[in-house]
């Protein structure tokens, strides 16, 4: 199993399954799972070959500012976090966030979970929300953005906008709900981080321990288009 899949077994899911997934390749992972001195490690490796033609003090600041992101993850009971750093075709650098929780929810019912998703979460009229589906069974899709007031170290108040889109998955025979998010500041490339987190909720299958079932093929998010033109 490549960094890129994941497996997890969390404590709200069923013991007698196991949901798998595939990261997108370009996010790579904080080790959120791994024990707190494996995962400074794991953090140490992943900042210097993300920064391997930066400095030493670029490489310690960035292992500082992705053991943060790990470590406050792991306090939300995150199964999996991922960070990407890309350079664009412009000369811009892209980042975002990935984060994938699993939570319990009311009923093992996919279509009634999902169902009470799109009423609970449509009751905000700041997000945009719409039911789809993915190779799994149901999904409720949200898209919002938010602003957050920041203090630099010369003091001064400042903000930092956020585009965020989470991808509800309501886990079938089991009571778990699966979280997948990812949020970014670099507005301007969000519908490129929306397609991956629609072919990533794609990918999401369940299955026994001890057997290792097909991954599902990659494909847009039915609606994914609509999230490009809300945000693009």
Not at 26 to 55: K, M, N, Y
Request: with cysteine.
């Amino acid at each position: 199993m490549t960094a890129d899949q994941s497996l997890i077994a969390p404590p709200a899911l069923d013991a007698e399954l196991d949901i798998r997934w595939e990261a997108p390749v370009v996010f790579h992972s904080l080790g959120v799972q791994l024990p707190e001195d494996q995962r400074q490690a794991h953090i140490a490796e992943i900042a210097a070959e993300v920064w391997s033609g930066g400095t030493e003090f670029q490489r310690t600041t960035v292992a500082g500012w992705y053991r943060d992101i790990a470590a406050e993850a792991a306090e939300d009971g995150a199964v999996y976090t991922g960070f990407a750093l890309l350079g664009t075709g412009d000369d811009r650098v892209s980042v975002a966030t990935l984060v994938i929780l699993a939570e319990e929810s009311d009923t093992s019912d996919p279509e009634i979970a999902a169902a009470a998703l799109l009423e609970r979460l449509s009751a905000d009229p700041a997000n945009e929300v719409f039911r789809s589906d993915v190779s799994c069974g149901p999904a409720v899709v949200s898209i919002s953005g938010m602003v957050m007031d920041l203090t630099e170290q010369a003091g001064e108040p400042t903000s930092l906008e956020l585009a965020q889109a989470e991808v509800y998955i309501p886990v079938p025979q089991t009571d778990t709900l699966l979280v997948c998010r990812i949020s970014t500041p670099s507005i301007a490339d969000f519908p490129d981080y929306v397609t991956m987190l629609a072919q990533m909720a794609d990918t999401v299958v369940y299955d026994k321990p001890g057997t290792t079932p097909e991954t599902a093929a990659a494909a847009t998010l039915p609606g994914q288009s609509r999230i490009t033109e809300a945000f693009g």
